[in-house]
Structure formats: C-alpha cells, structure tokens
C-alpha cells in the first residue's frame, strides 16, 4: 500500500547532545506499513552524492508507479566523531537489507581505509544473547547481514586488469583479492578485505562516471536530465535496476520478515541499547521486537473478537452466540498469528485464548441475564390481563383458575424455562387462591395435581436447559483448542521454513566465498587482530526504506 510522504524523514539522528535519537515521526509512519519492507542503506563519507544516489531510487520508484517509497534518510547527520561513525554504520548493517558503499575515485587503499568499520564490526554487533565466541559469531553474521553493494562515484579509469577488459563486479573481486604472505602489512592489507567478503558473500559493484562538468556539479539536483552525461544517467538506472529488482524484505534472524511496524521496533531496540552504552545484539534485538510485536498482536486479536461479538444482539439462542463465537476466535487467532512471531511456548497465544473465554464467558453471563429480564417482562405482560380479571373477582366463578393457565408462555430464549419456572412458582399462590375461590370446587383437587405436575416438568426442562448449555460450552472449548493447535502448526511450519530458507541461503553463501578463497589459494590467513584502519570521520548513512515490491 502506497505510504504518503512528502519528502525524506529522518529517522535516527544525533541529538542535541549528540546522542542518536529515533525520531518519533518517522516511527508514526513506520507504524502504518504492515507490509514487508525492502530496506537499502546508502553509507559513505561526507559529501559524496549518496543522496542523488537515494533520491534516483526513490524518484524512480515514483516513476516506475511501484509501491511509493519511505525513505527514511538522510537520518544521520555527519560528525566529526569516530565513535558515532562506527555505531551509524553497525546501524546500517543491521537495519537494512541491501548496504550501498558510496566512495569516490577507485576501489584503491584509501577507499578501502575508510571502509575500517567493517573489520571492527565483530566488536559492535553480538549475534548470541549470551556465549558464543567472536569466531562462531562472524560466520553467524552473513545469515543475517544484507547484501553489499559497492558504488564508486567519479570513476575515471577504464575497467581493465591487466590489459583485459573486466565488468564491474570482476574489479571490485580483482580489489579484494588477498596476498599471499603473513607479515604485518600482508595483514594489514588483507583484514579489511576478508571481512568484506566474509561478511558479504552476496556482492555487486557499480562505476559512475562524473555525472556533469566540474562548475555545474554544486547543482546537480536542479540540472535536466538533458544536462547530465548519458553514460552517468545509464550507470544510475542499471544501479537502480538491481537494488529494486535484487534486493530482498528485510529478516531478521530466523527468516523472520520484518514489516513497517516491526522495523520501527527494530530501531529502537538497536539505539536504546547503544545509547545504552551496550553492543546491540541480534538475540536481544528479535526478542524485544517479538515482545512488542506480541503484545500489539494479542490486543489486535482481542479488540477483534470483542468487537465481533460486541454487535450480536441480546438475548440471543445458544447455537447463535456459540457459532459467533467459533467465527470470531478463528478470525481473532488468524490475526494473532499474521503479527505474533516467536512467541516462545505460546506465551501470548495462551493468554488470547484465556482472554476471549473469559469474554466469551461473561458475554453468556450476560446474555442470561438479558434473556431472563426480556422472559420475565413478557410473562409479567402476559398476566397483566390476569391481574385484572384477578382483581374485577371475575375469577371467582366457575372455570375460573383455567384462565390463569395460559398458552402463550411458549419457549423463549436461552432463560425461558428458568424465568418461566421463577415465575409460575411468584404466581403460585395467587393460582391457588383463585382455585380456592373457584365454584368448581368438586375439581380442585384434580387441578392441585396437575398444577404439581406441570411444576415438576418445568423444573426437568430447567434441568435439560443447563445440562445443554454445559454441554454447548464444552463442545466451544474443544472447538477452540482444535482451532488453535491447527493454526499454530501451521505458524510452527511456516517460521521452520523461514529459518530453513535463511540457513540454505547462508550456507549456500559461504560455500561459494569458500570456493573463491580455495581458488585463490595461499593468500595469508587473516588475523581478527593488529589491523587498524585509518579513522576517518565525516562518515554517514542514508537509508532508504521501502514497500516490498
Ligand atoms: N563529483 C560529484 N559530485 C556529486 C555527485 N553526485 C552528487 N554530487 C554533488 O556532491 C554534493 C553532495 O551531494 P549529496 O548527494 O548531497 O551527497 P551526500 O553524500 O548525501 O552528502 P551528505 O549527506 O552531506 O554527507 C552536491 O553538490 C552534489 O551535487 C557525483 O557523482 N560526483
Ligand atoms: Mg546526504
């Protein structure tokens, strides 16, 4: 569904004392996307057109009338602070599903040095909640982490290694080819590089050139499109071709898609705890997100349930409410199950389905009482014309007390028999005294009997009343499990395919980066450690966030 906005909207920024800060409106609209959404991050130094990069993506999705985008950027404002870069850029790999590297010139040394974060993610990102040590935690990242893109604007040299001509993605492979050797430059050389592809076995590179003269450039965003060089407007639509046609929803661990709701979660979860002063971990970050994401799931479900029943008219029969109510809980169940995820040993299943039989409970309860109320405001109209003819002595004659037996209390409603039991022993005395009254006293005693009589079937058929109202609760309950142990397999199911899906990619990943390496042979292993990269600030991220597509 088409998300209005008018423009960029930050959506983490640094605050007034320069720590970062989700900024509520952004969540407001993130709160309205229930879709899965495709998010691309677009990171880089200071001033190096990633958000011509980002608004050729959003424009051409307008363009293209796809699902309008969110873009959630320019976000994170550039500091001078390393320590901020490297949480904005641990942000960006966490949150998005495809990251875009914008860097300028070539994919050389220095391009490389101010890509450091990428080695230093290990210390900036826990996969576990608890254990798990940094080795076993690296090769858990690429499940998670998104697919890599690297742009590399103002290109000016021709794609050729070695005199041969090469595609794009052959050079940046060609750039983060290893050396052979173990000594501390080889290391050096070699760290930033391995964790690139370690981290990001699904990689693309894209060359720019220089998108207009030198004097024009400070207004590129009011050039026509006639101003810019036709192959720097080719190179954009091929790179906005691949991130809208390759990128994939956001997941989180588990194969768990993420949607407008659960994103803005996501955010908030990941700053709280780094303004927290703790590593943002994966764990922790899903299991706060599922909480959220429950709870909002079972009110949803509840409110459903209560306003589905809420609109039945009372008193109503027993097979009515039963059959609103098997309607209305699988319904509400449907919609716990659309939103809930992860939610260990049912926990929140659980309490929705206490939560609707204890409605459901109260809304029999209540029904009794209407059913009863309504019973007995009829039969007091009903022997309103007895009172009077009670009253005028017209009773007092022969054939008198068979006028007070009167046909038209029929069954009615679930509390009819009761109402009508309650009643006829309230009406007793006044029978019998109008019996008494009676000329045909030869009768009387015939009619005691038969008055006793009609007094024990009503009490039987009170008896039958509540005996098939047990019966009609029970068989609701059954119902209800059976519902909910159907929906739940096939919530079991589908988070196992999900998480199976997420494992085959990973593996299927690694083994093609491990391939890669083999082939290269002899390269020197990389050391997690000695490697420091030059700290350059001025570092930010753009995030573009949009609709599946
Ligand atoms: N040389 C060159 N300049 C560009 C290119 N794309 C945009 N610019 C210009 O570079 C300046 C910065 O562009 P932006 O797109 O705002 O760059 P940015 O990386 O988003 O900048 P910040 O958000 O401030 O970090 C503007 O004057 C643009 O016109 C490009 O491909 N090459
Ligand atoms: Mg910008």
Redesign the pocket.
């Known amino acids: 569904m088409p998300v209005a906005m008018e423009g960029p909207v930050c959506l983490v920024g640094n605050g007034a004392n320069g720590e970062l800060e989700v900024n509520p409106a952004a969540l407001e609209i993130l709160r309205g996307v229930a879709q899965p959404v495709v998010v691309v991050a677009i990171v880089?130094l200071?001033?190096?057109?990633?958000?011509?990069?980002?608004n050729s993506l959003a424009g051409k999705q307008r363009g293209e009338s796809c699902p309008s985008p969110l873009p959630v950027g320019?976000g994170l404002e550039?500091g001078g602070d390393t320590k901020n870069d490297v949480w904005i850029f641990a942000l960006a790999v966490l949150l998005s599903s495809t990251l875009v590297y914008?860097s300028?010139g070539t994919i050389d040394q220095f391009a490389m040095d101010q890509l450091h974060f990428v080695s230093e993610l290990t210390e900036h990102i826990k996969v576990k909640a608890q254990g798990g040590d940094n080795v076993e935690e690296d090769t858990e990242f690429v499940r998670f982490f998104p697919s890599f893109v690297w742009a590399v604007?103002?290109f000016t040299l021709e794609l050729r290694i070695e005199g041969q001509l090469v595609t794009e993605d052959q050079y940046l492979e060609h750039a983060l080819a290893l050396r052979k050797g173990i000594n501390k430059k080889v290391m050096e050389f070699n760290l930033p590089r391995q964790c690139i592809r370690n981290f990001f076995p699904t990689r693309k590179c894209f060359v720019?050139v220089?998108?207009t003269s030198r004097q024009e450039?400070?207004?590129?965003?009011s050039l026509p499109t006639s101003a810019l060089d036709p192959q720097?407007l080719d190179q954009t639509r091929r790179f906005c071709d691949y991130v809208f046609h390759c990128s994939h929803v956001k997941t989180v661990k588990g194969g768990i898609p993420v949607n407008g709701k659960r994103f803005g979660s996501l955010v908030q979860s990941y700053v709280g705890t780094i303004r927290s002063g703790q590593v943002p971990c994966l764990d922790n970050a899903v299991t706060a997100m599922a909480a959220i994401e429950n709870e909002a799931a079972l009110r949803e479900a509840m409110a459903h349930y209560a306003a589905g029943m809420g609109a039945l008219r009372l008193p109503a029969e027993l097979a009515e409410l039963s059959a609103a109510h098997g309607t209305h809980e699988g319904d509400a169940l449907r919609l716990f199950m659309q939103r809930s995820f992860k939610d260990e040993e049912q926990e929140f299943q659980k309490q929705l389905v206490a939560g609707i039989m204890e409605r459901y409970a109260d809304i029999l309860a209540e029904n009794e009482a209407v059913s009863e109320q309504t019973c007995r405001a009829l039969l007091e109209e009903l022997s309103a014309a007895m009172q009077q003819r009670l009253s005028a002595g017209l009773y007092s004659q022969p054939g008198g007390y068979q006028l007070t037996n009167n046909p038209a209390l029929g069954h009615l409603w679930s509390q009819a028999e009761e109402a009508l039991e309650q009643f006829l022993a309230g009406k007793k005395a006044e029978a019998e005294a109008v019996l008494k009254a009676d000329n045909l006293l030869t009768e009387a005693e015939k009619h005691v009997e038969k008055q006793k009589a009609e007094m024990l079937e009503q009490q039987r058929k009170v008896a039958e009343e509540k005996r098939l109202q047990t019966e009609q609760l029970l068989k609701d309950q059954e119902r209800s499990h059976q519902e909910n142990v159907k929906q739940l397999e096939a919530k079991v199911a589908e988070e196992l395919a999900s998480a199976r899906q997420e494992a085959e990619r990973a593996l299927e990943s690694k083994l093609k980066e491990q391939e890669a390496m083999l082939s290269e042979r002899g390269a020197g292993s990389s050391g997690q450690s000695g490697w420091a990269g030059a700290r350059t600030s001025g570092f930010?991220a753009?995030l573009l966030h949009c609709n599946s597509v």
């Open positions: 880089g200071y001033r190096t057109g990633k958000s011509y990069l980002m320019p550039p914008n300028k604007r103002d720019f220089q998108p450039m400070g207004q590129l965003d720097f930010c753009h």
